[in-house]
């Protein structure tokens, strides 16, 4: 009952603290800083609040998000890790700015000079997990410091704007059949997925947030290559499988009967080495009895060692046999399933298992794309190899 009470009573204090708008952060926003004076008190930070009202003009004279980050970019202002690198308060430093930063500038309400708390919550006291609350639950006091922009800047900001939106809605996820596999080839970054007029539109992740990251600029439809990686998967394992024309069942009965043939040699030879330690361990007894003496248990227990050794060598080197045949097997196996892929291959009926068995990634580049398969990482020529 007294836990009960004391777990209410600091949630009623945290709650009130809230609503006289306590900043209870560590660190504070990007164009404000804590008052030494008052704990809880954010006030003006001259360096970096003229920043944030050149974000909102900006915005409000029309410039996208990314064009901002550009603009910021180019004038080589400091990022807000930057900033607070300098000011000792953050071990993570980001040297660019991206249309990302700038949305979450542009979306701070705290600018208005509003207290903004219960953004996250716990999902259950049994983790420290946390979860977002929704825009209308926030608890927002609003006058709790000095603001670095008007609620009428605010609103320009935003009028005829999807900012605010695309920050704070979480999107639908596209399904395609490749768009999980595509990636950018300059960069390394997955590509965006965007609904775009009745089309899923492509574009580098990196680019769409600033050119600084990227500066591969082209935009996709997936509906045009979604054919062509099609076709490219038909004529590459054609290709691959005339190259190197494999049999599988016959190999698959050969694999099996070897497979059962050194696993009995594996055997065997595992039973020798145990004689020997044996006949090791016998000897020890012997000289300890005065069966034999030192000097014939040093002669007898050196030649025995040497063929235990040998003995050993003798059964990892069949044991590697099996496992290289194990091998065989298994890309055999893999073999097998992806031709009988290729052999029923049509856009419309390729599962995304079927996918997950035949590409590994896809590279969009400048006018070409560039696909890694899985199998191309089989050695026919070993596996052929009796």
């Not at 996208?64 to 000011?87: D, H, M, V």
């Not at 090791?280 to 060692?305: A, F, H, P, R, T």
Request: charged content about 35%; overall charge positive; some cysteine.
């Amino acid at each position: 009952m007294f836990c009960k009470e004391t777990s209410k009573n600091i949630k009623n204090s945290k709650r009130k603290k809230m609503q006289e708008g306590f900043y209870a952060c560590n660190t504070p926003p990007y164009g404000y800083k804590k008052d030494l004076e008052e704990q809880g008190k954010l006030i003006i930070d001259k360096e970096t609040a003229n920043i944030v009202k050149k974000i909102f003009e900006l915005k409000i004279k029309g410039l996208t998000q990314k064009e901002i980050a550009e603009y910021l970019n180019r004038e080589k202002t400091k990022t807000p890790s930057q900033y607070l690198k300098i000011k000792g308060l953050s071990k993570n430093i980001s040297q660019i700015w991206t249309r990302i930063s700038v949305g979450k500038i542009l979306c701070n309400k705290v600018y208005l000079g509003d207290c903004i708390r219960g953004k996250t919550q716990n999902i259950s006291y049994k983790t420290k997990k946390r979860i977002n609350v929704k825009r209308n639950d926030f608890i927002v006091v609003q006058n709790t410091h000095e603001p670095i922009i008007t609620r009428e800047m605010y609103e320009k900001a935003h009028k005829k704007s999807k900012t605010f939106e695309t920050i704070t809605k979480t999107s639908k996820k596209i399904e395609t059949k490749f768009g999980d596999y595509i990636y950018c080839y300059y960069c390394g970054k997955k590509v965006q997925k965007r609904n775009s007029r009745g089309k899923i539109n492509l574009h580098c992740t990196n680019n769409r947030n600033s050119n600084e990251l990227c500066d591969f600029s082209e935009n996709y439809f997936y509906e045009e290559i979604e054919p062509l990686i099609i076709n490219n998967i038909k004529e590459t394992f054609e290709k691959y499988l005339k190259d190197n024309h494999i049999k599988t069942k016959v190999l698959k009965n050969y694999n099996f009967l070897k497979l059962q043939e050194l696993n009995t040699k594996s055997k065997e030879q595992d039973k020798d080495v145990r004689k020997i330690t044996l006949k090791i361990s016998k000897l020890y007894n012997d000289k300890l009895d005065g069966i034999i003496n030192e000097q014939e248990y040093k002669k007898q227990y050196s030649q025995l060692v040497e063929e235990r050794k040998k003995a050993t060598q003798e059964k990892e080197k069949t044991n590697l046999q099996i496992t290289a045949f194990q091998n065989k097997n298994c890309n055999i196996e893999k073999i097998t399933k992806i031709k009988t892929i290729i052999k029923n291959l049509k856009s419309e009926d390729l599962t995304l298992e079927a996918v997950r068995e035949l590409i590994k990634k896809i590279e969009l580049g400048k006018g070409f794309i560039h696909i890694h398969y899985k199998f191309e990482d089989i050695n026919i020529q070993e596996i052929l190899q009796k």
